[in-house]
Antibody, heavy 126, light 107 residues
Framework: QVTLKESGPVLVKPTETLTLTCTVSGFSLSNTKMGVSWIRQPPGKALEWLARVFSNDEESYTTYLKTRLTISKDTSKSQVVLTMTDMDPLDTATYYC??????????????????WGQGALVTVSS | DIQMTQSPSSLSASIGDSVTITCRASQTITSYLNWYQQRPGKAPNLLIYAASNLHDGVPSRFSGSGSGTHFTLTISSLRPEDFATYYCQQSFTTPLSFGQGTKVEVQ
């Protein structure tokens, strides 16, 4: 059974750094067909993809937040960590982690987000 | 970066109706298009991948089509549990990107 669970602070202050952890089970972070993405959703708004880490530690980021984001994984702990610096009230959102499954023939190429965590609401306020 | 645009932003329908949601990409994404359903207060669920392939356990009343830049999601014979928000997402290239969502509401 595949599960993902986000953990981290519920409240952060402006300018602080947010650190979120995604703990996975039911699959290995070393599987070459899989990665983990982070996605966020401000209240009442659309989904926004933030970052992805692949089995070989290859990272990808959304363009306009690239300078503020870092994604990494610890395969032995089955955890993926996202840090976001210089938090702003506009970063208030539910943050989701999701398994990124590469369904094509190779280890890259087309993918889907086939399993999601329940989400973690992060509020940025002083 | 690839921009995804959905239409309409919302629609009203009744139980048993058939509805179609459109998603357009700002450049070709071949068939690398996924659809998700999100119920209020819940995480999204994968419905369709590669434009037309149903994810495991998804009812056959959901169907997807399209290629290149134009895609559609059709829900035939709406059921109460189908009233939700639907998102398209491209996986042609990173950064991955979602459409802005289409809310299907009860008429």
């Amino acid at each position: 059974q595949v599960t993902l669970k986000e953990s981290g602070p519920v409240l952060v202050k402006p300018t602080e750094t947010l650190t979120l952890t995604c703990t996975v089970s039911g699959f290995s972070l070393s599987n070459t067909k899989m990665g983990v993405s982070w996605i966020r959703q401000p209240p009442g708004k659309a989904l926004e993809w933030l970052a992805r880490v692949f089995s070989n530690d290859e990272e990808s980021y959304t363009t306009y937040l690239k300078t503020r984001l870092t994604i990494s994984k610890d395969t032995s702990k089955s955890q993926v960590v996202l840090t976001m610096t210089d938090m702003d009230p506009l970063d208030t959102a539910t943050y989701y982690c999701a398994r990124t499954f590469y369904y094509g023939a190779g280890s890259h190429g087309p993918s889907n987000l086939d399993y999601w965590g329940q989400g973690a609401l992060v509020t940025v306020s002083s | 970066d690839i921009q995804m645009t959905q239409s309409p932003s919302s629609l009203s329908a009744s139980i048993g109706d058939s509805v179609t949601i459109t998603c357009r990409a700002s450049q070709t994404i071949t068939s690398y298009l996924n659809w998700y359903q999100q119920r209020p207060g819940k995480a999204p669920n994968l419905l369709i991948y590669a434009a037309s392939n149903l994810h495991d356990g998804v009812p056959s009343r959901f169907s997807g089509s399209g290629s290149g830049t134009h895609f559609t999601l059709t829900i035939s014979s709406l059921r109460p549990e189908d009233f939700a928000t639907y998102y398209c997402q491209q996986s042609f290239t990173t950064p991955l990107s979602f459409g802005q969502g289409t809310k299907v509401e009860v008429q």
